[in-house]
């Protein structure tokens, strides 16, 4: 469809040139900026008001934190990327109930499984948003991006110090406004859906919980 | 005034009138979403700031369009995603078609996307014996019963809990009947997540499209975007041209200004960025991904600096939401893809001001869409514009069937006006016969006639004011 | 920057506060008078072309604002009883007059409009005084003196004045009337429908005026009222300001 192409830039190029654009003014977004134990509270209560679940822990208890919450909640399996620091650590630990399942081979060659026999996922994180609440994610090689979606339960390791003020100013930390892996996310909650009448449901197509354990590493 | 064009919309939207079901529907859930956008924005200031903010960006990325999309172009390929584009629906109908054929892909599953709705893709792939799935739980509902969305965020918003309820334990197979949103859920996610799991190719919108780092961005709450675009082996986006922007750094201003817009979210449940197929070393993704960009009219609405502020649309639905029209008469009545203010101004420079006449009429030019809308599209200015280009010939312009919706009654009545209100003389004498027997007009006489279903007959004073004006002069004198 | 109180300024009726509220007009200019402005009546009045404006017939629209312009000489302010009018020649002559020979001066004319509250509060910082008794209304904010010309609460600031006036906030107080000049003749089902919700939410305020400062609103709001046979009244502000002010 080169014919194509070439039409509709040759159309929009032919365009009278514009004046030129508004001023933008971005100390809108600039402004929104907390201390680092502030951030923590904002992100938990955006988090909270749509329905993410929250697991406190120290740096080096939080593997047996996700134990004992899959031991609880007698969680079967839980599925991780081995090849994560995180995912190992939290291997090198293991003692729990449930079976670790190590994300360790292409999805086709165990599709039906995960739709249908996968209680959970762990994934880690690389940073938060305070000002709306959320995490972000960076699936890979190490964790795959379905880890974090096709499980009933996403579990997620979110470390205080990694929260960020807003997306805004995480675009900017992270480096992601230069380069970006095939996928990176935010999550905010379980997947939810109100289009039935406006009316809140959760758990409609992706993780039906989020619990977020979170390392307090703040000095 | 009344011109025989204006009839499509004013009767659909009688009709739509008469259902008292609809209405008390849109009623409750445009009365919500008011509220609900209204407590994301405590702060006026705030609010006006970070709309100048999102008009600029959207601004200056239609100023350098047509260099962001080779950007894009050339950012996708490199990141491996394959950028066709479509200068027409049937074109982009056929690209996809295309691109499902080579890979002997038969079913499909779709995150929610306008463009395809634009495209009519479903009915498209379905005549050529594929199945095309909506995901969307919205989408989902309204294709079991045939019928197209009728808002652009809430597609299903016109259907309450018991119709649906009623179509879940009819059209599922093995679905008891309850009226239980959960539940109701829970069915829909037990039939979809199979169809994820077994789809050969998935289909998705684009919210924003990144030039600089080939950056696909999808905003969505439910997961089905997500399950679309990474559990299927094949992903297909389809895009609007506009929706380009130079960097990651503009979107956050206009993720943040649309999700608190449009459903008075904070932030979505999900902001998913997508820069290419699954990568060296990953276990999951899909093989291939492809980025079908259409025009689709869009490129002649660029022309023209004034209406090219159509194409800041962010797609958020706010000018629906505020509309008093949309409100009473839902979104099928508009008989387009867009409905609401946006689609009042869109719908006829897609398909022509004269054939959509009806739309640009369809308006009491109010101002609530340009008051809330993120990007400040002065919507009601727009559509004066295309009343004009629909009944003028300006060989200037570039709109689509300019001059087609003139007639010969309304060209009448507006020079008849004319020539009455700029005789001061003429215009003494007409009045002062109004305020002596205007009360005797007949109820029934034209334009009375649709005035008075409604009102009482509005009776002109026994003077006017200019005439106690002058008695007041004539005495001083 | 409140302009200097000005000691003459040009009134300007509109079409439908001339023939159908033409006691509003005249206290409106009571008003004014009342301030201390000598209030000057031009002859020849007509339309200000909104209605040939909004409907995309510009060349008809330019026509007769061409005439209405002529009226208004002298380097006054020019007040109008109604805020779409008022926002038609203050925002939309200049965008009607873009490119034509005229627009310079269109665009000093501009400068001079009006709307009648606006001016009495933002110019002549009027004080008034309450002579009537306790009465509860609700006020009707049109669309076009909101939205297009710009009211900052000018309406609701005059009658904060009035002591014994209490004001019941319309429930969607900023939603259209249906009015809308030939939007309620081209798709007279829909204004119909907004008309009647309005008049109901305006019965559910427990208020027994409405008012406002549109002829349209007004015309409209009033006939739906009517229909219903309702007992509420429906006002111009102008004419309500002069009356509270004023014991009969
Ligand atoms: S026109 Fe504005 S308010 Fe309407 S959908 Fe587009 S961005 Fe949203």
Same mark, same amino acid.
């Given at each position: 469809?080169?014919?194509?192409?070439?039409?509709?830039?040759?159309?929009?190029?032919?365009?009278?040139?514009?004046?030129?654009?508004?001023?933008?003014?971005?100390?809108?977004?600039?402004?929104?900026?907390?201390?680092?134990?502030?951030?923590?509270?904002?992100?938990?209560?955006?988090?909270?008001?749509?329905?993410?679940?929250?697991?406190?822990?120290?740096?080096?208890?939080?593997?047996?934190?996700?134990?004992?919450?899959?031991?609880?909640?007698?969680?079967?399996?839980?599925?991780?990327?081995?090849?994560?620091?995180?995912?190992?650590?939290?291997?090198?630990?293991?003692?729990?109930?449930?079976?670790?399942?190590?994300?360790?081979?292409?999805?086709?060659?165990?599709? =039906?499984?995960?739709?249908?026999?996968?209680?959970?996922?762990?994934?880690?994180?690389?940073?938060?948003?305070?000002? =709306?609440?959320?995490?972000?994610?960076?699936?890979?090689?190490?964790?795959?991006?379905?880890?974090?979606?096709?499980?009933?339960?996403?579990?997620?390791?979110?470390?205080?110090?990694?929260?960020?003020?807003?997306?805004?100013?995480?675009?900017?930390?992270?480096?992601?406004?230069?380069?970006?892996?095939?996928?990176?996310?935010?999550?905010?909650?379980?997947?939810?859906?109100?289009?039935?009448?406006?009316?809140?449901?959760?758990?409609?197509?992706?993780?039906?919980?989020?619990?977020?354990?979170?390392?307090?590493?703040?000095? | 005034?009344?011109?025989?064009?204006?009839?499509?919309?004013?009767?659909?939207?009688?009709?739509?009138?008469?259902?008292?079901?609809?209405?008390?529907?849109?009623? @409750?859930?445009?009365?919500?979403?008011?509220?609900?956008?209204?407590?994301?924005?405590?702060?006026?200031?705030?609010?006006?700031?970070?709309?100048?903010? !999102?008009?600029?960006?959207?601004?200056?990325?239609?100023?350098?369009?047509?260099?962001?999309?080779?950007?894009?172009?050339?950012?996708?390929?490199?990141?491996?995603?394959?950028?066709?584009?479509?200068?027409?629906?049937?074109?982009?109908?056929?690209?996809?078609?295309?691109?499902?054929?080579?890979?002997?892909?038969?079913?499909?599953?779709?995150?929610?996307?306008?463009?395809?709705?634009?495209?009519?893709?479903?009915?498209?792939?379905?005549?050529?014996?594929?199945?095309?799935?909506?995901?969307?739980?919205?989408?989902?509902?309204?294709?079991?019963?045939?019928? #197209?969305?009728?808002?652009?965020?809430?597609?299903?918003?016109?259907?309450?809990?018991?119709?649906?309820?009623?179509?879940?334990?009819?059209?599922?197979?093995?679905?008891?009947?309850?009226?239980?949103?959960?539940?109701?859920?829970?069915?829909?996610?037990?039939?979809?997540?199979?169809?994820?799991?077994?789809?050969?190719?998935?289909?998705?919108?684009?919210?924003?499209?990144?030039?600089?780092?080939?950056?696909?961005?999808?905003?969505?709450?439910?997961?089905?975007?997500?399950?679309? =675009?990474?559990?299927?082996?094949?992903?297909?986006?389809?895009?609007?041209?506009?929706?380009?922007?130079? @960097?990651?750094?503009?979107?956050?201003?206009?993720?943040?200004?649309? =999700?608190?817009?449009?459903?008075?979210?904070?932030?979505?449940?999900?902001?998913?960025?997508?820069?290419?197929?699954?990568?060296?070393?990953?276990?999951?993704?899909?093989?291939?991904?492809?980025?079908?960009?259409?025009?689709?009219?869009?490129?002649?609405?660029?022309?023209?600096?004034?209406?090219?502020?159509?194409?800041?649309?962010?797609?958020?639905?706010?000018?629906?939401?505020?509309?008093?029209?949309?409100?009473?008469?839902?979104?099928?009545?508009?008989?387009?893809?867009?409905?609401?203010?946006?689609?009042?101004?869109?719908?006829?420079?897609?398909?022509?001001?004269?054939?959509?006449?009806?739309?640009?009429?369809?308006?009491?030019?109010?101002?609530?869409?340009?008051?809330?809308?993120?990007?400040?599209?002065?919507?009601?200015?727009?559509?004066?514009?295309?009343?004009?280009?629909?009944?003028?010939?300006?060989?200037?312009?570039?709109?689509?069937?300019?001059?087609?919706?003139?007639?010969?009654?309304?060209?009448?009545?507006?020079?008849?006006?004319?020539?009455?209100?700029?005789?001061?003389?003429?215009?003494?004498?007409?009045?002062?016969?109004?305020?002596?027997?205007?009360?005797?007009?007949?109820?029934?006489?034209?334009?009375?006639?649709?005035?008075?279903?409604?009102?009482?007959?509005?009776?002109?004073?026994?003077?006017?004011?200019?005439?106690?004006?002058?008695?007041?002069?004539?005495?001083?004198? | 920057?409140?302009?200097?109180?000005?000691?003459?300024?040009?009134?300007?009726?509109?079409?439908?506060?001339?023939?159908?509220?033409?006691?509003?007009?005249?206290?409106?200019?009571?008003?004014?008078?009342?301030?201390?402005?000598?209030?000057?009546?031009?002859?020849?009045?007509?339309?200000?072309?909104?209605?040939?404006?909004?409907?995309?017939?510009?060349?008809?629209?330019?026509?007769?604002?061409?005439?209405?312009?002529?009226?208004?000489?002298?380097?006054?302010?020019?007040?109008?009883?109604?805020?779409?009018?008022?926002?038609?020649?203050?925002?939309?002559?200049?965008?009607?007059?873009?490119?034509?020979?005229?627009?310079?001066?269109?665009?000093?004319?501009?400068?001079?409009?009006?709307?009648?509250?606006?001016?009495?509060?933002?110019?002549?910082?009027?004080?008034?005084?309450?002579?009537?008794?306790?009465?509860?209304?609700?006020?009707?904010?049109?669309?076009?003196?909101?939205?297009?010309?710009?009211?900052?609460?000018?309406?609701?600031?005059?009658?904060?004045?009035?002591?014994?006036?209490?004001?019941?906030?319309?429930?969607?107080?900023?939603?259209?009337?249906?009015?809308?000049?030939?939007?309620?003749?081209?798709?007279?089902?829909?204004?119909?429908?907004?008309?009647?919700?309005?008049?109901?939410?305006?019965?559910? #305020?427990?208020?027994?005026?409405?008012?406002?400062?549109?002829?349209?609103?007004?015309?409209?709001?009033?006939?739906?009222?009517?229909?219903?046979? !309702?007992?509420?009244?429906?006002?111009?502000?102008?004419?309500?300001?002069?009356?509270?002010?004023?014991?009969?």
């Amino acid at each position: 469809m080169t014919e194509a192409r070439t039409a509709i830039l040759e159309r929009l190029s032919a365009a009278p040139a514009g004046g030129p654009p508004p001023l933008e003014d971005t100390a809108v977004m600039a402004r929104r900026h907390w201390p680092a134990a502030e951030r923590v509270v904002r992100l938990r209560k955006g988090m909270e008001a749509v329905r993410t679940e929250f697991l406190e822990a120290i740096p080096s208890d939080w593997p047996s934190v996700v134990q004992d919450f899959c031991d609880h909640e007698g969680i079967r399996n839980l599925l991780y990327g081995p090849g994560s620091n995180d995912g190992a650590a939290l291997a090198t630990a293991w003692d729990g109930e449930a079976t670790l399942l190590p994300y360790d081979r292409p999805v086709e060659a165990f599709k =039906t499984q995960l739709f249908t026999e996968v209680d959970a996922g762990f994934t880690s994180t690389v940073g938060g948003i305070a000002e =709306t609440g959320g995490i972000l994610l960076m699936p890979g090689p190490a964790e795959p991006r379905l880890l974090s979606l096709v499980p009933p339960i996403h579990i997620a390791l979110l470390r205080a110090s990694t929260i960020q003020d807003s997306l805004w100013s995480a675009i900017t930390n992270l480096g992601w406004g230069e380069s970006l892996p095939p996928n990176a996310l935010l999550i905010s909650g379980p997947s939810k859906t109100a289009d039935i009448e406006q009316t809140l449901a959760y758990g409609v197509h992706g993780p039906k919980r989020l619990i977020v354990v979170l390392v307090n590493d703040l000095r | 005034m009344h011109a025989e064009t204006d009839i499509l919309f004013r009767e659909s939207a009688a009709k739509a009138l008469l259902d008292p079901q609809l209405r008390a529907n849109f009623r @409750r859930a445009m009365d919500g979403l008011i509220t609900k956008r209204k407590a994301q924005f405590p702060d006026p200031e705030d609010l006006q700031e970070l709309r100048h903010l !999102s008009t600029a960006i959207r601004s200056r990325s239609l100023l350098n369009l047509p260099a962001l999309l080779v950007q894009l172009e050339a950012a996708c390929t490199r990141n491996g995603i394959q950028v066709h584009w479509a200068e027409t629906c049937e074109q982009a109908n056929q690209l996809v078609l295309d691109i499902l054929q080579a890979q002997g892909a038969t079913r499909l599953v779709k995150g929610k996307s306008m463009v395809s709705e634009e495209m009519h893709l479903n009915a498209f792939l379905e005549s050529h014996g594929i199945e095309a799935l909506e995901s969307d739980l919205g989408e989902y509902i309204i294709q079991l019963d045939g019928e #197209t969305p009728s808002h652009i965020i809430m597609p299903a918003i016109h259907k309450n809990k018991d119709q649906i309820a009623r179509q879940f334990s009819q059209k599922i197979k093995d679905a008891k009947y309850t009226e239980d949103v959960d539940e109701l859920t829970a069915m829909a996610r037990k039939v979809l997540r199979q169809k994820f799991l077994e789809a050969d190719a998935g289909i998705s919108g684009v919210n924003f499209a990144v030039a600089n780092t080939g950056t696909l961005c999808l905003v969505e709450n439910e997961g089905n975007g997500r399950m679309s =675009t990474h559990v299927p082996p094949l992903h297909i986006a389809i895009m609007g041209l506009e929706k380009v922007v130079a @960097r990651l750094e503009d979107v956050a201003p206009l993720y943040a200004i649309l =999700t608190r817009s449009a459903t008075g979210q904070a932030v979505s449940t999900y902001f998913n960025l997508i820069s290419g197929p699954r990568g060296e070393g990953e276990k999951d993704g899909p093989q291939a991904v492809h980025l079908v960009i259409l025009d689709n009219g869009r490129s002649r609405i660029y022309g023209d600096p004034q209406l090219q502020a159509t194409l800041r649309c962010i797609r958020c639905g706010a000018c629906m939401n505020h509309c008093p029209v949309y409100t009473r008469v839902g979104g099928h009545a508009y008989e387009a893809t867009y409905p609401g203010p946006i689609g009042k101004i869109l719908t006829p420079q897609m398909e022509g001001v004269g054939v959509r006449h009806d739309l640009l009429h369809g308006s009491s030019l109010c101002g609530a869409c340009g008051e809330v809308c993120p990007v400040e599209i002065p919507i009601p200015d727009i559509l004066v514009r295309l009343r004009r280009e629909a009944t003028h010939q300006d060989p200037a312009s570039s709109v689509a069937g300019k001059g087609t919706g003139r007639t010969d009654a309304e060209d009448r009545a507006w020079r008849l006006w004319a020539a009455l209100s700029k005789r001061p003389g003429l215009y003494r004498i007409v009045t002062w016969f109004a305020t002596r027997f205007g009360w005797a007009l007949p109820s029934g006489a034209p334009l009375l006639r649709d005035w008075t279903r409604f009102r009482t007959k509005p009776v002109p004073a026994r003077r006017s004011l200019s005439e106690r004006m002058r008695a007041e002069r004539g005495s001083h004198d | 920057m409140t302009p200097a109180r000005p000691p003459r300024a040009y009134f300007y009726a509109t079409c439908l506060v001339d023939l159908f509220f033409p006691d509003a007009g005249m206290a409106g200019i009571q008003l004014l008078r009342q301030a201390g402005v000598q209030v000057i009546f031009p002859e020849g009045q007509t339309c200000c072309g909104q209605p040939a404006f909004n409907c995309g017939y510009w060349e008809e629209a330019r026509d007769v604002a061409r005439t209405q312009l002529a009226l208004f000489p002298e380097d006054l302010p020019v007040i109008l009883p109604s805020g779409s009018c008022a926002g038609m020649m203050k925002n939309h002559y200049p965008e009607l007059f873009h490119g034509q020979p005229e627009e310079a001066q269109i665009k000093a004319f501009s400068g001079r409009v009006y709307e009648l509250t606006q001016f009495l509060v933002d110019v002549l910082d009027v004080k008034l005084e309450d002579l009537g008794e306790p009465v509860k209304v609700t006020w009707h904010s049109s669309c076009h003196a909101v939205r297009d010309l710009g009211l900052k609460g000018e309406p609701q600031a005059l009658l904060a004045q009035l002591a014994k006036v209490e004001l019941a906030t319309l429930a969607r107080e900023h939603e259209c009337c249906g009015f809308g000049g030939t939007f309620s003749v081209r798709q007279p089902e829909v204004s119909g429908a907004m008309v009647c919700d309005k008049a109901a939410d305006a019965e559910a #305020t427990g208020a027994s005026v409405v008012l406002s400062t549109d002829g349209g609103c007004l015309l409209n709001v009033k006939g739906a009222l009517d229909q219903k046979g !309702s007992p509420l009244k429906v006002q111009h502000i102008a004419e309500f300001l002069w009356e509270r002010t004023h014991a009969r």
